[in-house]
């Protein structure tokens, strides 16, 4: 029996009641949260949400651990989540608003401050103090992140920590979840949207994502203008980005494949193109007509090989650098990065991560695979340096003081924000400067879930023991009402918008309300819908910005109200 009560309770004997104490009632408390998190009810789960409630319930019971060593969990667990985040954003955080994201950003960046403008005009009607509105505002837009950056700032203006953003941000949560999917399901019915009509486009790669996909096509040269003119004046002619990975001459057999930009084209040859979606019709126009042609069957000698980018040394060359073609004889038709093809082009730069698409001869593409490593199990090994490196420049960055006109004191981007664009920066700019920031997808969501698990818990159990007696009352419905609002009216007005003035397909734009909302459990709703990837690359091109924005705009909204 003394051991049952040491082990939940704690001793007085040990600071934080005892280390197995602590450790055990956080594992309970992340356990029990993950096992509920896999309940799905129509699909829809409140999914690590539950951590947070079962933190409250501990709390609620006066199951806790020592609120020293809880606050460095929580904040701990906070810089672990939103440095993952920031290394996982920050190589396509400014591309973003490039290769047909930048109208997907726009609106997202609407909804952004359509939900602030909300939230304002709901704290000077409603009577909400601005730290539960700041919960209530995360807790509708399911951004974890900003709770931590409104406690942050808050306590940053303060010095002290308020439990009601916890409250507020636990009453609007589970709304925030369904009442994004109920939205959904209003727009598509309101929209009478076809289904089968906005799959084949889809499908087609059509849309506000053309130039984030790229698409193979074989063409027939029928332009009598072609007729003897060099692979180079072609692009220059046609003005259009594209790569020629192959050629058949009209009165050859052989497809050749060791096409530079001398290389000639002729009145009908057959050439092999890649390019993006909205660029095929431009350019079928102008130099013929499409065929269907099984090049495996006409190109015995040359073969199709994936091969990724390993080698620290060819981290930010560019294409033109390595120079396949010249050096090797192969050709590169593409290039996968973080799941969206890019067309590569000559002054695009290699990452470790990429995943390369080369055609050639057996001989010729095993340099290449040299060349460039070629080996999985590289990655596999966890990059630390930049992780506990940025986390420390983070730090330091996070106390650097600025002024904003119209407050009186000095802000900092405190622990959630100094990590955070550290952690862009880094993403971002190191490759260029052949700095090795990646990290194996696994390996960065496993620093993120563990962040978020930790920070969750702590969190719960903090601010928990009121939680019951308040937000089970008339006030409480309140903020559960005032969520929704949050969570909704952004989401039908922008929805509406992006369909009848954006013309976004139906897929794209729910992925991107889901991105605007940073919302997993609807992502996961939207890709049930469709069998193509446009709801996952909408909501990948918006993610960085949006997730930003509500980081640093929860702290404005604190800064400046509160």
Avoid at 242 to 254: A, E, G, H, P, W
Avoid at 462 to 476: C, M
Wanted: hydrophobic content about 50%.
């Amino acid at each position: 029996m003394e051991l049952i009560d040491t082990l939940f309770e704690g001793s007085p004997r040990f600071w934080g009641g005892g280390v197995a104490h602590s450790v055990m009632i956080l594992a309970i408390v992340i356990s029990l949260g993950l096992i509920l998190g896999r309940v799905k009810v129509k699909g829809v789960t409140l999914g690590l949400t539950w951590i947070l409630f079962c933190g409250i319930l501990f709390a609620h019971f006066n199951l806790n651990i020592d609120v020293h060593l809880l606050h460095f969990m929580k904040e701990f667990g906070l810089i672990l989540f939103v440095y993952s985040i920031g290394l996982q954003i920050g190589p396509g955080f400014f591309s973003s608003y490039k290769k047909g994201g930048a109208s997907l950003n726009l609106m997202a960046v609407f909804s952004v401050a359509l939900s602030l403008v909300i939230a304002i005009i709901l704290v000077y009607t409603t009577g909400i103090d601005v730290p539960t509105m700041a919960g209530i505002l995360s807790g509708a837009v399911t951004n974890t992140p900003g709770l931590g950056a409104a406690q942050q700032a808050f306590s940053d203006l303060h010095g002290t920590e308020n439990s009601s953003i916890l409250m507020g941000y636990a009453a609007a949560y589970p709304l925030g979840v369904v009442g994004l999917v109920l939205s959904f399901l209003v727009m598509q019915f309101v929209m009478k949207v076809n289904k089968k009509t906005e799959e084949v486009k889809a499908v087609r790669g059509l849309g506000h994502l053309e130039k984030m996909t790229v698409r193979a096509f074989t063409l027939r040269v029928e332009n009598k203008g072609l007729d003897n003119v060099t692979v180079k004046k072609l692009k220059h002619i046609i003005k259009r980005e594209f790569v020629i990975s192959r050629i058949l001459c009209k009165d050859d057999q052989n497809a050749s494949l060791d096409i530079t930009g001398n290389s000639v084209v002729r009145t009908g040859d057959l050439i092999n193109i890649i390019a993006s979606p909205k660029d095929i019709d431009a350019i079928t126009a102008f130099v013929g007509t499409v065929e269907h042609v099984d090049w495996k069957q006409l190109d015995h000698k040359h073969i199709v090989r994936h091969m990724l980018v390993t080698r620290n040394s060819m981290n930010g060359k560019s294409i033109e650098e390595l120079d396949f073609r010249g050096n090797y004889g192969v050709n590169i038709t593409r290039v996968l990065r973080s799941g969206i093809e890019l067309v590569p082009t000559s002054d695009l730069k290699l990452q470790v991560g990429d995943r390369i698409v080369a055609v050639g001869e057996e001989q010729k593409l095993a340099q290449v695979e040299h060349t460039l490593g070629n080996q999985s199990r590289k990655l596999n090994d966890p990059n630390l340096i930049p992780i506990f490196l940025g986390i420390a420049l983070g730090c330091i960055v996070a106390n650097i003081p600025f002024w904003l006109p119209g407050i009186p004191q000095s802000l900092r981007l405190g622990l959630t924000g100094g990590p955070l664009v550290v952690a862009i920066l880094i993403g971002h700019f190191g490759p260029r400067h052949h700095v090795v920031t990646f990290n194996t997808i696994s390996a960065n969501y496993m620093l993120r879930e563990l962040g978020l698990c930790i920070f969750l818990a702590c969190v719960g159990l903090s601010s928990g023991q009121d939680f019951l007696n308040v937000v089970f009352t008339r006030e409480g419905l309140g903020w559960i009402g005032c969520g929704a609002l949050i969570t909704i009216l952004p989401t039908l007005i922008c929805g509406f918008l992006g369909r009848y003035v954006m013309h976004f397909n139906f897929y794209t734009l729910l992925g991107m309300l889901s991105g605007a909302n940073t919302n997993p459990p609807a992502l996961a709703y939207t890709r049930e819908m469709t069998a193509t990837d446009l709801p996952s690359v909408s909501y990948s091109a918006v993610f960085p910005v949006v997730m930003f924005l509500r980081i640093v705009s929860i702290q404005l909204f604190i800064f400046i109200l509160g």
